[in-house]
């Protein structure tokens, strides 16, 4: 008798255990469908739409891309290590209307290119930066600044140089990494680099102010559950931010009173994004009713400037 009750009673709780066992299961599998939500926040922006093939041989390696405010409809990119020093100011059909070229720098990385504020007030700046160092061995990064350039149709020139320039010169605060991308914040004119390949990747704040003639120092602030950040790009008034890794685009809403450090605490929203060949670029529209992305152009494969329109 004693035997047939221990049989009943290691039999309940067994079954007790595969009830257990079978709720947190569930529970388990509710979290990883919401974090994967490999489709994106689809109440937010819409799937990805083909704006046109790229297919110049100039872009081959585009490395960044930012929405014109002085051109509207028209787009800034740039290419990434060993090209030249040039920036291509293109229409949405990925047409090159002018090539800018900075005057007496090389390209040693050039990863990222923003649009925001400077320090004449009402005027909107391109932020060019050195910052990639896939190798982690150099000390020091670059981002160059000047007044966005406004496209001029009757001028005719193909290519114009520019010459008058600011350059800032940083490091970063803790060790030497590999970074790919940056936002600048129009409500402080801050920039923030997040490291490329590190997890979790690694956030820094180079305050605005610094003059042009000195060596700043980005300041570690935190870090993203991320890793293969390539992108990254605020909207024209600093309350969204976008975060694109090579696998997906994330992205951040914030008040007025929330700091972009407090904001990046908590987890980003994924977006919708389709898959590219080797997209290292994002950037919001200058009025602010989608996102782009674009791709560097690998052999045998195309590459389109893709729009996220916002529903």
Request: proline share 4%; glycine share 8%; aromatic share 10%.
């Amino acid at each position: 008798m004693n035997n047939v009750k221990l049989m009943i009673f290691s039999l309940l709780l067994c079954a007790l255990a595969e009830c257990s066992t079978g709720g947190n299961r569930g529970e388990q599998e509710g979290q990883v469908k919401e974090v994967s939500n490999t489709d994106g926040d689809a109440d937010l922006f819409s799937r990805g739409e083909k704006l046109s093939e790229l297919k110049s041989k100039k872009l081959n390696e585009v490395s960044g891309l930012a929405a014109s405010i002085a051109n509207p409809g028209m787009l800034w990119a740039l290419n990434d290590s060993g090209n030249d020093p040039e920036v291509y100011l293109i229409d949405l059909k990925t047409t090159i209307k002018r090539t800018y070229v900075l005057k007496g720098i090389s390209n040693r990385d050039w990863e990222e290119i923003g649009v925001g504020p400077g320090p004449k007030p009402g005027k909107n700046y391109l932020y060019v930066g050195d910052i990639g160092d896939n190798m982690a061995i150099h000390t020091y990064k670059y981002i160059y600044r000047f007044e966005e350039p406004l496209y001029e149709e009757s001028a005719g020139k193909e290519k114009i140089e520019i010459a008058n320039f600011d350059t800032q010169v940083f490091w970063l605060s803790d060790e030497v990494r590999d970074t790919e991308a940056f936002a600048v914040d129009p409500r402080t004119h801050d920039i923030y680099l997040i490291s490329k390949w590190s997890t979790p990747t690694h956030i820094y704040q180079l305050k605005a102010g610094t003059g042009s003639q000195d060596t700043a120092v980005a300041k570690h602030i935190g870090t993203l559950p991320m890793s293969t950040v390539v992108a990254a790009d605020f909207n024209r008034d600093g309350s969204e931010l976008l975060v694109k890794t090579y696998g997906d685009v994330f992205y951040w809403k914030r008040d007025e009173k929330t700091s972009v450090s407090d904001m990046l605490k908590r987890r980003g929203r994924e977006l919708p994004y389709d898959k590219e060949p080797q997209g290292e670029s994002v950037t919001f529209s200058a009025n602010g009713d989608g996102y782009y992305t674009l791709s560097e152009q690998k052999k045998n494969k195309a590459v389109y400037l893709m729009f996220y329109r916002r529903l």
